[in-house]
């Protein structure tokens, strides 16, 4: 399970003590940990492959368990989507990254693309698109400012799916299909999905300098996008030479190690100060 390797090396293994009486405890902390603050947020920069620029940062949820330490998303969210305690957390998630962004926008840092990942239990609650709206309503956030991150794999009701992204649209906020090439959905309903960018999965960028196929996959999923008029961001990347590709094969953006590990706020607003001085 531990694949991401030096991503997730310093999380807590909830999988080593995977028994039925600490899946319950975790239940129960996971349960409380809303109240008590241990969630955080932190944000991983997305860079214009043309420009250099900072354009955007991806929000990504943190657990600061009391006694486990750190905990992964990969670790908790499925069990928070399990029990449905995904729907106030996600709710939390998405106030505090707009909250965030609008404070950005009216500082220095300037203004930046805030994506926000989704789980299905949210995107197919039946008010979600209100509650999106209540949330830029109340936070401030400039809505065009808000990307919201899905997946294929939450599509499956396909009419539902498009009507609630239309909703979603006429807020003004912009559709990001996440881990692109990895879920089942069919180019036909891509096409009369209303969604504005691809993010390609990981797995493919990881193995570009090997793997012909790889390459392959990669700039043909760059041509799609861009022959839909969608935006195309690279995720995981790692390597000088992976960004150079991705450049050469006319990616938009691009987002992994190579430019920088998820930071907190304070460290974002340095790490974008800095970059903009040099
Ligand atoms: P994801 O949305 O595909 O996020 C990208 C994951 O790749 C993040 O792991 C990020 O830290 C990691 N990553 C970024 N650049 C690199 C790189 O260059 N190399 C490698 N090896 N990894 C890189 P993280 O933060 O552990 O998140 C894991 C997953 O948990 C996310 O995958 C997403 O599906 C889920 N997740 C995270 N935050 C939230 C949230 O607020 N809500 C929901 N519903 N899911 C979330
Ligand atoms: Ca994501
Ligand atoms: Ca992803
Ligand atoms: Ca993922």
């Known amino acids: 399970a531990k694949e991401n390797g030096k991503n997730t090396y310093n999380f807590y293994d909830l999988s080593m003590n995977d028994s039925l009486f600490e899946r319950v405890q ?33 929000a990504l949820i943190r ?11 990969a670790e908790f969210i499925p069990l928070a989507e399990e029990t449905g305690m995904i729907v106030a957390i996600g709710e939390w998630a998405l106030r505090t990254a707009c909250t965030l962004a609008r404070r950005w926008s009216q500082t220095e840092v300037g203004p930046l693309r805030m994506s ?31 990307d ?9 009701d396909v009419s539902r799916s498009i009507e609630t992204l239309r909703q979603l649209k006429t807020l003004g906020v912009s559709i990001s299909i ?5 879920g089942y959905s069919s180019l036909s309903y891509l096409k009369s999905f209303p969604v504005d960018r691809l993010k390609i999965d990981q797995s493919f960028v990881r193995q570009m300098h ?19 008029n969608l935006q195309v961001v690279a995720e995981g990347v790692e390597t000088a030479s992976q960004s150079e590709f991705l450049a050469q094969q006319g990616c938009d953006e691009m987002q992994g190690y190579y430019i920088s590990k998820p930071l907190k706020a304070f460290d974002v607003e340095e790490f974008i100060i800095r970059k903009s001085a040099s």
Do not use: C
């Open 26 to 58: 975790l239940e129960n902390e996971l349960r409380k940990a809303l109240d008590r603050g241990e969630f955080f947020l932190v944000y991983q920069p997305q860079v214009e492959l043309a420009s250099g620029k900072v354009v955007g940062v991806e």
């Open 63 to 73: 657990w600061q368990h009391s006694s486990k330490g750190l905990i992964s998303p």
């Open 116 to 146: 926000v990942n989704l789980s299905s239990r949210q995107f197919v609650s039946p008010d979600f698109a209100e509650s999106v709206e209540r949330v830029v309503r109340e936070t401030g956030m400039p809505p065009e400012l808000l």
């Open 148 to 156: 919201l991150e899905i997946t294929e794999s939450m599509t499956m």
């Open 178 to 182: 996440d881990d692109f090439g990895t």
């Open 210 to 228: 090997s793997e012909t196929k790889d390459r392959s996959i990669v700039a043909t999923i760059i041509s799609l996008a861009h022959n839909l």
